[in-house]
């Protein structure tokens, strides 16, 4: 069992930055590729950004590809996203997720194991 609480979410201009954390519980979490998740209103959820559970393959959809950066600290249980040159349509609550499988190109919402709550972040113009 692994709990995900994520944090870090506000308010940010257009081409600014924010940094998400994601905390997890549980002996386990090395064991879990990670990866973050966004919706905004009226929308499913799109996939922003993974990590393999050492850390070192990640993979990027190209809507943030270049602007955001998936890392995890493996000793402190969390993995974070850097998100620069934020733009309106970046709005969205994200939600951080953990999978034993590595999906390679392909991350859906669909099946991935363990669910954070979610964080807001808003980008104004």
């Known amino acids: 069992q692994v709990q995900l609480v994520e944090s870090g979410g506000g308010l940010v201009q257009a081409g600014g930055s924010l940094r998400l954390s994601c905390a997890a519980s549980?002996?386990?979490?090395?064991?879990?590729?990670m990866a973050w998740f966004r919706q905004a209103p009226g929308k499913e959820r799109e996939f922003v950004a993974a990590i393999s559970v050492n850390g070192v393959t990640t993979y990027y959809p190209d809507s943030v590809k270049g602007r955001f950066t998936i890392s995890r600290d493996n000793a402190k249980n969390t993995v974070y996203l850097q998100m620069n040159s934020l733009k309106p349509e970046d709005t969205a609550v994200y939600y951080c997720a953990a999978d034993w499988k590595w999906r390679g190109s392909s991350w859906s919402s669909v099946g991935m194991d363990y669910w954070g709550k979610g964080t807001l972040v808003t980008v104004s113009s």
């Open positions: 549980g002996r386990t979490f090395t064991s879990y590729n």
